[in-house]
């Protein structure tokens, strides 16, 4: 029997959620359960999920609470051991979690797994920028220029996930960055260079693309450590730096302001910090312009693999 159970976050996503579960039923080992927690789609996405009727697909509804709340409803109802993470608008190819299975034997002493993945831009699949090498990594060292844990393509010890308190509720960027702070400090992160997940820059209500004001107990700031040895400390700059740039642009001026403030130890972040130092400084009026063109410039280049 699988031991993984799927939780998918529901939230508007009519057009996308089919081809979702979809890319689940295919899968050459089926996981244990798949738990898609509606969060209060106003769009029909749940009547969708209702319709397929696939008998492994179970759905909860709830009132809307942001994409940690659902997360963490789901991991408390779950049975499997471990936790495979889907957006409702990504898919897996099918031999995703035949290869996580795989992994999960050969790396007993992991917290986390990871793997490669793919990005539809709308015009072509493009590689995610990943390490190359299976293995156990050091998760913090290679997350400042690579991706080793994104939600679609990351599975965890739900036990573990649970005991360091799930995904911060209330916090709409950057969540997933910090739950994998708290694991990574404490177990290893092992990694797969295969390619197995589709990861969607176009569904309309991409949660990285929608900002609003934060409305929680929890921050980044938080998971400063002074005692850190490893990069740890860097790692949570970079993540809060790349989100004070978000805010900025978003109009949260003094949000932005304070990360510069907070986490100006960073030294390996410099050019990111400058970055977030200038666009705070222009009109806001102007600001998601400038941001807009500015990161139009880094996908074609990161597209061309420069």
């Known amino acids: 029997m699988s031991r993984i159970s799927v939780i998918i976050p529901l939230y508007n996503k009519v057009r996308e959620i089919e081809r979702t579960l979809r890319s689940v039923a295919r899968q050459s080992v089926q996981p244990l359960e798949v738990i898609v927690v509606d969060d209060g789609s106003t769009d029909g996405s749940a009547e969708v999920v209702e319709a397929m009727a696939l008998p492994i697909v179970r759905l909860v509804r709830q ?24 957006d409702g608008d990504d898919c897996w190819e099918a031999e995703y979690l035949e290869n996580v299975e795989r992994m999960i034997d050969n790396y007993a002493a992991a917290g986390a797994i990871g793997t490669a993945f793919l990005v539809d831009d709308g015009k072509r699949l493009v590689e995610g920028n990943t390490p190359t090498e299976e293995g156990v990594v050091d998760f913090f060292a290679e997350s400042m220029s690579r991706y080793v844990l994104i939600p679609s393509a990351t599975v965890f010890r739900r036990d573990l996930a649970l005991a360091m308190g799930g ?26 260079p295969r390619r197995l997940v589709i990861y969607s820059r176009v569904a309309e209500n991409r949660s990285a693309s929608i900002y609003q004001p934060e409305q929680t107990t929890h921050s980044l700031e938080e998971l400063y450590d002074e005692r850190a040895t490893d990069l740890s400390n860097e790692y ?8 004070a740039l978000v805010e900025s642009a978003r109009g949260g001026t003094a949000a ?3 990360a510069l403030e907070f986490f100006s130890y960073n030294r390996l972040s410099s050019r990111l910090e400058r970055k977030v130092r200038v666009l705070n400084a222009l009109p806001a009026r102007l600001r998601p312009a400038v941001l807009a063109v500015y990161n139009w410039f880094a996908w074609v280049i990161a597209r061309r693999g420069l």
């Open 63 to 86: 009132t809307n609470r942001g994409v940690s709340a659902a997360r963490n409803r789901a991991m408390e109802m779950a049975r499997g051991e471990w936790v495979a993470l889907l």
């Open 236 to 243: 949570i700059a970079r993540v809060a730096l790349g989100k």
């Open 256 to 258: 932005a302001q304070r």
């Open 167 to 192: 995904f911060p509720e209330g916090m709409r960027m950057a969540e997933d960055q910090y739950l994998w702070t708290k694991i990574a400090r404490t177990a290893q992160v092992a990694f797969s």
